[in-house]
């Protein structure tokens, strides 16, 4: 925001999150709502951003945009994000976590609708706004499981935990707002998209990031794997006398 202020940018757009609702009751989660009490780090972090987003445009009239992304997914998606982690659980036989009784609900939205919202917003410069990015409908743990099974063609194994410290129990994008000032709307149903990610799972990820334990016998490596394996061409190791005091440091091409 400083080397936008000083170069005289026309319009700051930047990432928040639809986490800065913590525990809200409300059905909708709307951008009128007061998001002083984040109930995690992360929705801490997201509020801060747009507090001095805010300070920006007051003090210099630098043009500022907050977008509030509710759980974004598909192919190239964040591996320690659900939809992934689900897809290649589900895909390997191996065992899925499902944390509380399967109701906490996700208002998931496929990354082709994100990137729309994020184009219409560059494009359209407001003075200070703050404007949800969702699929404004919420799909519970327990039918996200059972979609993921559909597409993969494989039975989950679900290990049931408890639910976890300051999640939140549900997340739903109001986006009428976004809708009346950008022209947004989601169009990507949340079983097309991850019926569009599984196949993408199976026809790349699988078939380009692969190892072979044993002759005849193909495995994809998963995530954790894939950092804890130093031989791996797709991870880089930094030594201790290349970066100090670090002890060690892995880098992931991204």
């Not at 780090?41 to 043009?63: D, F, G, I, Q």
């Not at 899925?96 to 919202?117: A, E, H, K």
């Not at 169009?187 to 990820?205: C, H, L, M, Q, S």
């Not at 804890?228 to 060690?248: C, D, G, H, L």
Request: glycine share 8%; proline share 6%; hydrophobic share 35%.
């Amino acid at each position: 925001m400083e080397l936008s202020h000083r170069f005289g940018v026309k319009n700051f757009v930047f990432a928040s999150s639809s986490s800065v609702y913590g525990g809200s009751k409300s059905t909708f989660f709307s951008e009128d709502e007061s998001v002083d009490n984040p109930v995690s780090p992360y929705a801490a972090s997201k509020k801060a951003c747009e507090l001095l987003a805010y300070t920006y445009h007051h003090l210099y009239k630098l043009n500022v945009t907050g977008l509030r992304f509710f759980t974004v997914y598909g192919p190239r998606g964040r591996p320690d994000m659900a939809p992934f982690k689900f897809i290649d659980r589900v895909s390997r036989g191996e065992e899925l976590q499902q944390f509380g009784d399967g109701s906490s609900s996700r208002d998931y939205t496929y990354i082709d609708d994100i990137v729309d919202g994020v184009v219409r917003a560059i494009d359209r410069p407001y003075s200070y706004q703050v404007f949800n990015l969702g699929k404004g409908s919420g799909t519970s743990l327990a039918e996200f499981i059972s979609i993921v099974q559909k597409h993969v063609g494989k039975k989950a194994v679900i290990k049931v935990m408890p639910d976890q410290p300051g999640d939140v129990p549900y997340t739903c994008a109001d986006v009428s707002k976004a809708y009346d000032l950008l022209g947004y709307a989601a169009t990507v149903p949340f079983d097309e998209g991850i019926r569009r990610t599984a196949e993408w799972y199976k026809n790349e990820y699988q078939t380009q990031v692969v190892e072979t334990p044993k002759p005849g016998l193909k495995q994809c490596p998963s995530y954790a794997d894939i950092l804890s394996k130093p031989s791996n061409p797709i991870v880089k190791v930094v030594s201790q006398e290349q970066i100090k005091p670090q002890r060690r440091v892995l880098s992931h091409w991204g």
